[in-house]
């Protein structure tokens, strides 16, 4: 495998920059383009009056987080994060720390047991029917680890094998099925951004959730760019399962009898969701981490706020024995119990399975419009094609598909609740010409043509700028890397553009340091749905979601990327 390294900037370039007649799209001068031969914001409503009262069932916890409940001895278990330690909480309220960083630990090997580095970042937590305690560390290189409650020997925990390459991954989520089945969620964008502030990398951070069937068999169905997947959990049956990504705000459902990625996605996004837990009834109760409390009917695509507690919110997870809800709150240091008050319930979510319109086709997204959107017309005339020529006009939409043209022109607003930020991104605007086009060859870089612009609130306006890089040419395959000396180019720069079976595209800009990056999700059946994620140079994350401007239609985007075979879900080997 061939790679490209891009490292530390060395000067920035001056560049002129080519404006479209919507004044703000950007490519610089010297640039060579090829020749032609996230969610609405939601305004809620005030809670349903379903709980009761509310009382403290453990309090003085450190950073508590993951919570699962035997059904026989109603005992309560409780990750705390902050002190390496997982508690076991009576019914009578006594509390005992079962498992902590000095609890051995060891791994399974060839002919004996080899002992392992101890617990670190305890979070998610998950029992089964027979005993077994599972938990997840939320640290790069977090592993899954399991302890058995009813050895009555001294306490230890094995590290459950996990066939995947893991030094990067952190685990947030870890949930057990009706037939011993788990599920397991995290990200490594704690990894990414670590990396970014010591050594100044780039890439991409990536989202998975991991599912190991009834069998052993380990299988990962989701694996994507700018997602960290917070929870996770099964449905009463088994037969499908909820999640949430703390990034994009997105909750769904992910179908489990079929080896073939089918997803259902929520119509309404939340605000950094982190606990989620499924009810009898087949819906599920999603937190917020600012407090709010969702049920989701996946039946009928139905969001309700059902309590909206004053603190933070890491985990719930419904007691149906006494009809409550358990809520870790790791800013306070309390696990709370929320009654349902006497008459109330859950109503019983809009149908069955089968309502779930879980989307499985493999089609192309069509979003092309017959002809060249205006804010597109100046630029594309740099690579020879003009959109006023009668030959040229009809036929836009070859030129898009044959470029896998991307171009969107768009508005951006903060989504709700989001920490102030200084000069907020108002509108942007962007295209990519080729955009699987990255390499090298005969001596010289070559990257798809692109232009890129934002315009902040305050009016100013950030452009394709050109800067001077070192690029490292490397082969993986035979462990040679080669300099390659300085070499001017465009940033941001794309580095990738996908789309899945679902319709959202990825897009992923790069800006090695100088810029921010941006990761876009445009969701092609709803525009005004899509999101983008912003990081700066010095970490700060700021959220927005994206629309199309007013009195436009999904033909004032242009997006030409084709899917040609429909995902499935990727079976992980024996071996990493």
């Known amino acids: 495998m061939k790679v490209l390294l891009v490292v530390a900037a060395v000067w920035p370039a001056a560049g002129g920059h080519a404006d479209t007649d919507a004044g703000r799209l950007a490519f610089p001068d010297n640039q060579v383009l090829p020749q032609i031969s996230p969610h609405p914001a939601r305004a809620d409503a005030e809670p349903l009056d379903l709980f009761g009262k509310v009382s403290t069932v453990a309090k003085d916890l450190r950073g508590p987080d993951g919570i699962a409940r035997d059904l026989e001895s109603g005992d309560i278990y409780v990750s705390e994060e902050n002190a390496t330690a997982i508690v076991r909480i009576k019914p009578n309220g006594s509390r005992q720390v079962l498992f902590d960083g000095s609890t051995p630990l060891y791994e399974e090997g060839p002919t004996i047991r080899k002992k392992a580095p101890g617990l670190r970042s305890p979070e998610g937590l998950a029992l089964d029917g027979k005993g077994m305690l599972y938990v997840v560390e939320d640290v790069p290189g977090g592993r899954l680890i399991s302890f058995n409650l009813k050895e009555q020997s001294r306490p230890y925990g094995m590290v459950v094998p996990i066939p995947l390459e893991n030094s990067r991954y952190a685990w947030e989520s870890v949930a057990v099925g009706p037939s011993g089945e788990l599920l397991v969620a995290g990200s490594t964008m704690e990894a990414f951004i670590s990396e970014r502030e010591k050594e100044g990398l780039f890439g991409l951070f990536r989202g998975a959730i991991l599912y190991r069937d009834a069998q052993g068999g380990w299988w990962m169905p989701q694996n994507d760019a700018m997602a960290s997947y917070s929870a996770a959990c099964f449905s009463p049956d088994g037969t499908y399962a909820f999640f949430a990504c703390e990034i994009s705000g997105d909750v769904g459902c992910l179908d489990l009898r079929t080896r073939q990625l089918r997803t259902f996605h929520a119509r309404q996004s939340l605000h950094s969701p982190e606990g989620l837990c499924a009810l009898p009834n087949g819906s599920a109760l999603v937190a917020e981490e600012s407090g709010k ?34 809520v870790t709150d790791d800013q306070e240091g309390r696990l709370m119990a929320l009654e349902l008050k006497a008459g109330t319930d859950f109503r019983p979510p809009g149908g069955t399975i089968g309502d779930i319109r879980f989307e499985d086709q493999s089609t192309p997204v069509e979003m092309i419009p017959d002809q060249c959107p205006g804010y597109l017309a100046k630029v594309l005339k740099l690579a020879g094609y003009d959109s006023d020529r009668k030959e040229d006009s009809a036929s836009f939409r070859m030129f898009a598909k044959k470029y896998c043209l991307v171009a969107i022109d768009a508005e951006a607003d903060l989504v709700r609740n989001h920490k102030p930020v200084e000069d907020p991104i108002q509108q942007i605007q962007f295209m990519i010409v080729a955009p699987y086009l990255i390499g090298f060859q005969e001596g010289e870089l070559i990257w798809s043509s692109s232009g890129f612009t934002v315009v902040k609130e305050s009016g100013q306006v950030v452009k394709t700028g050109l800067v001077k890089r070192q690029i490292i040419h490397g082969d993986l395959l035979e462990a040679r890397f080669t300099p390659i000396g300085g070499q001017t180019i ?82 992980l080997s024996a071996k990493p």
């Open 293 to 326: 409390i969702y049920r989701l009917d996946p039946t009928t695509d139905t969001m309700q706020l059902l309590y909206d507690h004053p603190g933070t919110i890491e985990s719930v997870q419904w007691d149906a024995a006494h009809r409550r809800l358990l």
């Open 490 to 571: 465009a940033l941001p720069m794309p580095f990738s553009a996908r789309v899945n079976m679902d319709g959202f595209v990825s897009v992923n800009f790069m800006g090695m340091g100088v810029t921010p990056d941006f990761y876009l999700v445009l969701d092609t059946a709803e525009p005004n749905q899509s999101i983008m994620v912003v990081i700066q140079p010095d970490g700060f994350v700021q959220q927005y979601t994206i629309r199309l401007p007013p009195n436009r239609d999904r033909s004032h985007w242009v997006i030409a990327l084709e899917r040609k075979e429909p995902d499935v879900w990727r079976r």
